[in-house]
């Protein structure tokens, strides 16, 4: 299966190297401006690309859009997670885009930069609707691609009954507050571990740069990434404490981590929107009250990491206008709180955010407020590649015992030698 | 029918007969005509890629550059020289040829013992375990992860339970970075020998009975049967088999993918699953590149293996 994939995207891209006679990359390239958009309503067929949940529910969400719009017919295709990378590539070669993608933040610098990304039309999208943090994910030198669709930030879940059971009552504001409860947990409480924090695996650098931003730090510092820097390293030090205090495990294995939660045996874990429902169904009746969700702790500020997904038009775009007036339909406040409704993906638009579904739950409030301070990575074309050898350093700090400057030191040398790709 | 003709034409050459070389041209573009859909298959998804990622190695295009070619750089052997000094494919390159250099010995040697065991008179419900041991090499690698996952589990796991019993607190095979690679050369060996064991049952079977009683009746026992007898009839049997499962370890990279994702500290990344990585941060000519030497690796390998197992003149 794999490997007929591999074979596909050799097939495409040697297609697309029979053209490349002539040599050499332009530096720089000149700078997109937006196109203005048709007035009046949608019309024709509008081919929507999207993964996961997305996929597979937005035909049926649709329909209020095109009863607005009965011109218009909007028809999407679902496709994999896994498989969206090369497929979103594929056809960006061939130039056999849909009208509309779904493009995962990891790739939005890598994508933009191929330039098969529409600009988007400024009079139609108010960029100060949406959490800043998203909005900045869709920015590529200066100009946004696409629009942010829906959220997800990380907060502090912690076992509000086994930390009264260890005299704290208030939940962890600092950095300190954090380790004290952790530790009060273990000892008095009973837990094995006070605190889960991803020793390395994928994706283990959304769960340090919090704590980086929080003391500071910065990934890239004009167009150079800026990893060893002493903001880093002290947060390094601090998230490595918690694996040398053992007050977090190193290898809890998949899918452990609710159960031990829920049975007192973890104390605490740092993690997204997502969790608040599966511990209602993991914990049982009553269980809701047992847990709470805290911002992230503040060293100098209490940054958190954002993500989520944006969703875009691509320049081949056979209905370009009505694209993007769907897009401008699912970012209205309450087109996305229907959204809510239908996958709980969390509104990317904050006003959507003081609608009742999103304000009546204490835990999910506490995320919304957490999305004002909340930032992505750069948008760079090589992130993927460059986070990827940032979590092979985190395991080496968590697990490895490699010490905090070095780890630092390591991730530039690794991201550097990648480089920003521009 | 054209054969016929064509020796009847050349007996009796006859002036209004059509020139030979018309005829042939005609006879050619029969042949061609059978062989064109295969042909042009062949050519298209096959042959033109394989050419297609030679040029690739040696630029440097990567996703950014796909909607314009012609921003591509030619850049020689950089790749190439780049993969050399890249610690990541050193690292992947040193756990295949660990995987191959256990794994191929580890899954021939039960393949064979399986198959030996299966072709003599000791076994009792031959078919039961005919299908018992050919069943994993038919079974999805996804249904065989989950299993296996929940045998290695450090908690739960069968493995580390029966462990305990004798007092041995088990290791987190797959979470630790020096017990992963042997966990899955184990995995790979179970999967991989019943496929080995039809082909190397076919290869026993196909060796005359009557050579075993000639020896039995010259008193070789059972061991200098198996290594005077079995063993040399059995060498091209072998062969085919060090050379299919070395080219299938070379490439591995299902198992991996589906227990470990290339961890933990990189101990399971595997050649292919390394290029399958470059290939998703969108560097096309590196991964060409790396694909190359894995091609060449291969050839090298399948090479000494004819070298060392092929038949002699003896």
């Known amino acids: 299966m794999r490997r007929h994939r591999r074979i596909a995207t050799a097939v495409v891209v040697a297609a697309a190297m029979t053209l490349a006679a002539g040599c050499g990359r332009d530096s720089g390239g000149s700078q997109d401006t937006a196109k203005a958009v048709s007035d009046g309503k949608a019309t024709g067929e509008i081919t929507v690309w999207a993964m996961g949940t997305e996929g597979e529910k937005l035909a049926d969400f649709a329909k209020d859009f095109t009863a607005e719009n009965p011109d218009a017919k909007v028809t999407v295709t679902a496709i994999p997670w896994d498989a969206a990378h090369q497929k979103i590539a594929g056809a960006i070669a061939a130039k056999q885009t849909p009208d509309v993608s779904m493009i995962g933040t990891t790739f939005q610098g890598e994508f933009a930069k191929t330039g098969a990304l529409d600009p988007t039309p400024t009079d139609l999208f108010a960029k100060d609707s949406y959490f800043p943090g998203a909005w900045d994910s869709t920015v590529v030198d200066g100009t946004a691609y696409g629009v942010p669709w829906y959220v997800e930030t990380r907060g502090i879940y912690y076992r509000k009954d086994l930390a009264a059971k260890a005299g704290i009552t208030a939940p962890p504001k600092t950095w300190d507050d954090l380790k004290t409860m952790a530790k009060a947990m273990q000892d008095k409480a009973g837990v094995k571990y006070g605190m889960n924090l991803q020793p390395g695996k994928t994706g283990s650098w959304q769960s340090v740069m919090p704590f980086a931003w929080s003391n500071g730090a910065e990934i890239t510092s004009g167009d150079k990434f800026s990893f060893d820097t002493p903001e880093m390293t002290e947060a390094l030090q601090y998230y490595q404490s918690f694996f040398t205090e053992k007050l977090a495990p190193t290898n809890l294995p998949e899918g452990q981590l609710e159960p031990d939660f829920v049975a007192g045996r973890i104390g605490a874990f740092m993690s997204g929107p997502w969790h608040v429902g599966i511990l209602n169904e993991q914990g049982g009746a009553g269980f809701a009250d047992k847990f709470a969700v805290a911002p992230m702790p503040v060293k100098k500020t209490g940054t958190s990491f954002i993500g989520g997904s944006n969703i875009a038009v691509f320049k081949d775009a056979k209905n370009r206008d009505s694209a993007w007036k769907f897009l401008q339909w699912l970012s209205k406040p309450d087109v996305q709180v229907k959204w809510y409704k239908a996958v709980t993906d969390l509104p990317a638009v904050q006003s959507a955010w003081t609608d009742p579904a999103l304000t009546g739950d204490a835990n999910l409030k506490v995320f919304g407020e957490q999305l004002k301070d909340a930032k992505a990575p750069p948008a760079i074309p090589t992130w993927e590649q460059v986070s990827a050898a940032f979590d092979t350093e985190v395991e080496k700090l968590a697990i490895g015992g490699q010490d905090a400057a070095a780890t630092a030191k390591n991730i530039e040398t690794k991201a550097s030698s990648i480089g920003t790709g521009s | ?314």
């Open chain 2, 1 to 314: 029918m054209t054969a016929v003709q064509e020796k009847a034409a050349g007996e009796v050459p006859l002036r209004d007969t059509p020139a030979p070389d018309r005829r042939r041209w005609r006879r050619a573009v029969t042949g061609w005509a059978f062989a064109a859909p295969f042909t042009v298959l062949f050519v298209v998804f096959s042959a033109l890629p394989v050419v297609a990622a030679l040029v690739l190695s040696l630029t440097d295009l990567r996703s950014t550059d796909l909607r314009n070619p012609f921003a591509v750089n030619f850049v020689g052997f950089d790749n190439y020289t780049k993969l050399f000094s890249d610690e990541l494919f050193l690292k992947s390159a040193g756990n295949t040829l660990i995987f191959v250099l256990v794994g191929v010995p580890l899954t021939m040697v039960i393949a064979l013992a399986a198959a030996t065991g299966l072709n003599s008179g000791l076994l009792r419900f031959k078919a039961l375990f005919r299908v018992g041991f050919y069943l994993p090499a038919v079974t999805s690698i996804v249904a065989i992860a989950v299993i296996w996952r929940f045998l290695l589990d450090p908690e739960a796991g069968l493995l580390n339970n029966l462990l305990s019993l004798i007092g041995i607190d088990g290791p987190n095979w797959l979470g630790d970075s020096s017990t992963a690679l042997p966990s899955l050369i184990a995995m790979s060996a179970w999967r991989n020998f019943g496929f080995l064991m039809v082909i190397f049952l076919a290869g026993l079977q196909g060796i005359p009975g009557d050579l075993y009683e000639a020896a039995t009746i010259d008193g070789a026992g059972r061991w200098q049967q198996f290594r005077s007898i079995t063993l040399p009839l059995l060498r091209p049997t072998l062969l085919f088999g060090a050379v299919v499962t070395g080219i299938g370890y070379l490439q591995l990279f299902e198992e991996p993918f589906v227990m470990t994702q290339g961890g933990p500290l990189n101990s399971t990344l595997s050649v292919s699953y390394h290029i399958y990585n470059q290939f998703g941060f969108g560097n096309y000519g590196y991964a060409a590149a790396a694909s190359y030497v894995l091609f060449v690796a291969i050839v090298g390998l399948s090479v000494l293996q004819f070298r060392l197992l092929g038949s002699r003149e003896d």
